[in-house]
């Protein structure tokens, strides 16, 4: 009976846990400071809240994050997906936002690139008819072209930082397809540094992130059994 009641006391803390995080999200109106812009990062593909979006693009904006470049792994994948899934209102979002400085354009651009939209596309050409910045330019005329964007449920994974760009996608839109990419890269049969690299960052990411996230945490446990006996052997590991 003891270890009854121990067993769902532990349990009761694990899905607390699990729904925190997620419920401070849910209780948001604004984005206007680093834990809400983190929140919104993290948690909204659990609650597609669009009043936040432009909240957040001004935020960023306004803060200078975007100047940032280590977090254009994180912006860009998260926002293109926001982006993708929501054409029609990107002409609204970015009325809303003035004097865009060129970190802005160069880190929104690339996000407007990979959601592939014909009102993306238009916001690009405008930036390219505001700048003066002749490199800028440069880049943007290349992300109006036709260029191919990639996709990170395809590509392969040769760049540590290809798995932040997975986890941003995530975030974004709840895809699990991306998840079971991060899955797979925790097989431990790696040669190469980066194969390494890769194989240690995606195995730290997913037990990090399903301590946090029940939809992370119960995709895992749900797919036990269903890899190789190194990756099953791992993802027992998350549950214990």
């Known amino acids: 009976m003891k270890k009854t009641i121990y067993f769902l006391v532990f349990s009761f803390c694990i899905v607390s846990n699990l729904f925190a995080q997620e419920s401070k999200y ?22 597609s809240n669009l009043d936040l979006v432009p909240k957040a693009l001004r935020y960023i904006h306004v803060k200078k994050i975007n100047s940032n470049k280590e977090t254009e792994r994180h912006i860009v994948p998260f926002f293109a997906q926001v982006f ?9 979002w970015f009325e809303e936002l003035q004097n865009l400085t060129d970190d802005d354009m160069y880190i929104f651009s690339h996000a407007l690139f990979l959601s592939g939209g014909s ?15 002749d490199e800028l330019k440069q880049v943007l005329t290349k992300l109006s072209s036709d260029r191919q964007a990639i996709d ?3 590509i392969p994974l040769t760049n540590p930082i290809y798995l932040d760009m997975i986890w941003s996608s995530f975030f974004a839109t709840g895809d699990v397809s991306y998840l079971d990419r991060l899955i797979l890269a925790t097989d431990s049969n790696k040669k190469t540094v980066d194969e390494i690299l890769i194989y240690s960052a995606a195995r730290w990411s997913l037990k990090a992130v399903a301590k946090d ?26 549950e214990s």
Do not use: W
Request: glycine content about 2%.
């Open 119 to 133: 009102n993306a596309k238009k916001v690009i050409h405008k930036f390219l008819d505001s700048t003066d910045n």
């Open 84 to 92: 993708k899934a929501n054409d029609d209102k990107i002409p609204s």
């Open 152 to 154: 990170l449920r395809t």
């Open 26 to 47: 849910k209780a948001l109106t604004d984005v206007s400071t680093g834990e809400e812009l983190n929140l919104f990062l993290s948690y909204y593909y659990t609650n």
């Open 213 to 238: 996230h029940k939809n992370v945490f119960d995709f895992c446990i749900s797919k036990k059994g269903k890899y190789s006996k190194d990756i099953n052997a791992f993802l027992n590991d998350i």
